[in-house]
């Protein structure tokens, strides 16, 4: 997870809560420039997020391809070793029952692997969609504060009690 984004997210955040108050107004002036800057570094930190999630994504068809190549390597080695073994009934079917449990312990193996490449993946992608719906709460609230709550049907001060809490991190 790219961990400038929460920091990006906060400068922003501040930008805005320190943007000066028009007069008799819920309105502010910010500097557009300032934000601008602060939005740029937010989306280039989400990117930067999303390459790495394409990374992940990429790492567990690698390690999955791998766990294929291994199992297909221990399979040609009990296919060899049966194969010597032939001449005797009862070596060969001793042979036969360890290629099946080489087999099934192989299998076993790149579903274990594949289940915790899954896990993996699917713990970075949670993560990373509660820094995005974070980020996006964050963004709208922050609008609605700019715009009195007119963003988006958000409401200004009266409807924050229905928003779920900010971290502490982002908190005033």
Do not use: W
Not at 108 to 124: C, F, N
């Amino acid at each position: 997870m790219n961990r400038d984004l929460p920091d990006r997210i906060a400068a922003l955040r501040a930008a805005i809560e320190q943007a000066r108050a028009m007069p008799m107004s819920a309105s502010a002036v910010i500097n557009r420039a300032e934000v601008l800057e602060l939005v740029d570094a937010v989306s280039t930190a989400a990117d930067g997020a999303f390459t790495e999630a394409a990374g992940v994504v990429g790492d567990r068809r690698a390690v999955v391809d791998a766990g294929h190549a291994e199992a297909a390597e221990i399979l040609r080695k009990a296919q060899v070793e049966s194969d010597r073994l032939v001449g005797d009934s009862h070596v060969y079917q001793v042979a036969q029952t360890r290629a099946a449990e080489i087999e099934e312990s192989a299998r076993r193996e790149a579903e274990e692997l594949r289940a915790e490449t899954d896990k993996y993946v699917e713990d970075k992608l949670a993560n990373f969609e509660v820094v995005l719906d974070r980020t996006l709460d964050v963004v709208r609230r922050g609008r609605a504060r700019i715009n009195d709550g007119l963003v988006h049907g958000l409401g200004g001060d009266l409807d924050e009690a229905d928003h779920a809490p900010l971290p502490e991190h982002l908190e005033r």
